[in-house]
């Protein structure tokens, strides 16, 4: 197996040298395991947080050994019940091209018409939850609410934005880090309005795509877009605190949002989430999402990196923005 390990600590944003690309024997599988050839890598912002040194609700990546995280592929050899040559599985033995591992650590899915195996890992998988579950429950959407989504070309915010409009929001607001980004939100995905938000301040920007404010706001990036969101929001207001991508690469802590006492007066709920907690709803989760996939009425976008060797440089790049959708790695 090719393998991508933790040669160093990133300080600030990661760079080349914090990885090293080696080369690992495997074995056969042992009673009740399989050896599974992967077909495509996940590259998610959580792990920026797991390459630091600090506790959080998932452990550290150790240094020299390879990391991990989801990827689907193909069952090349099975000594398990349950799983055959050929099954399709999501696991976390990410960042290698070949793993050995318990078949009760891998979950079998369906190849499904038309889509890629590595829908697995965006829209009908971990991210795709995250939106599904952290608008519906946690930001308790309801029919008629104005939401604005933060990262809405990334992989869950893009499910976010389209999933509010499904269910009947009044307006659906995004905002991007460039104006093909914005462009794609608003022609493509069905976003009401969208800006750019390194074109000023957010907060202005918010308060000219929603005149009459947001009733839900999704948030990814924290930092300026939280105190955008808290101004503009109205009485009542609900956040799904889903991640704070401005911030996972600062080496000193951060002062915004500087209006949060906003929450008070609006009677606001702001509510922070981990989309574990949220797995019984996968099974609905699918059956629904998949289903607008289905029918063409959602829209799933991927940025495919080819090659192992190139999974450093894909993570890098998600962390800069050069994603639209779900950024995958292909072996
Ligand atoms: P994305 O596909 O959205 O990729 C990350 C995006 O972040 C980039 O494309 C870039 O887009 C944007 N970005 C980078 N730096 C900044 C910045 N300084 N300000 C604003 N945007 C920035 O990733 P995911 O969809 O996988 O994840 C989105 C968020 O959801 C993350 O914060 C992640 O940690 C969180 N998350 C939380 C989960 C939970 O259980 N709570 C589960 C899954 C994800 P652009 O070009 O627009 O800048």
Redesign the pocket.
């Known amino acids: 197996s090719r393998e991508i390990q933790l040669a160093a600590r990133p300080q600030g944003a990661p760079v080349d040298s914090d990885f090293a690309l080696v080369e690992r024997e495997l074995g056969q599988p042992g009673d009740g395991e399989v050896l599974v050839r992967n077909l495509f890598l996940s590259v998610?912002?959580?792990m920026r947080g797991r390459m630091n040194d600090t506790k959080s609700y998932t452990p550290p990546f150790a240094l020299n050994e390879t990391m991990t995280g989801g990827a689907v592929g193909e069952v090349l050899a099975s000594n398990a019940d349950g799983l055959n040559v050929g099954d399709l599985v999501l696991h976390d033995q990410g960042w290698r091209t070949h793993a050995l591992l318990p078949a009760r650590a891998a979950r079998k899915v369906e190849a499904r018409e038309g889509v890629s195996p590595s829908a697995y890992l965006g829209i009908l998988g971990?991210?795709g939850l995250?939106a599904y579950a952290?608008l519906l429950d946690v930001a308790a959407f309801r029919e008629g609410d104005v939401v604005f989504v933060?990262?809405?070309?990334?992989?869950?915010?893009s499910a976010v934005g389209q999933i509010a409009r499904l269910k009947g929001a009044a307006r659906v607001i995004g905002?991007?880090?460039?104006a093909d980004?914005v462009a794609h939100l608003t022609e493509k995905l069905g976003f009401d309005t969208a800006f750019n938000?390194k074109d000023g301040s957010v907060a202005r920007l918010l308060r000219e795509a929603a005149p009459d404010g947001i009733d839900v706001y999704f948030d990814?990036?924290?930092?300026d877009?939280l105190e955008a969101a808290l101004s503009s929001f109205n009485t009542f207001g609900r956040a799904a605190l889903?991640?704070?991508?401005?911030q996972?690469n600062a080496t000193e802590a951060p002062s915004a949002p500087r209006n949060l006492a906003l929450a008070i007066g609006k009677q606001l709920t702001l509510k922070?989430?981990?989309?574990?907690t949220y797995s019984h709803l996968f099974s609905q989760f699918v059956q629904e999402v998949g289903g607008w996939i289905a029918s063409g009425q959602l829209h799933y976008d991927e940025t495919v990196v080819d090659g192992i060797e190139n999974m450093p440089g894909a993570f890098m790049g998600?962390?800069?923005?050069?994603?639209?959708?779900?950024?995958v790695v292909r072996l």
Do not use: E, R, W
């Open positions: 998610d912002p959580y971990m991210p995250t952290g933060s990262g809405a070309a990334g992989a869950v915010g905002s991007a880090g460039s980004k938000y990814n990036v924290g930092g877009h889903c991640g704070a991508i401005s996972y922070g989430f981990i989309v574990g998600l962390l800069t923005g050069q994603n639209t959708g779900k950024m």
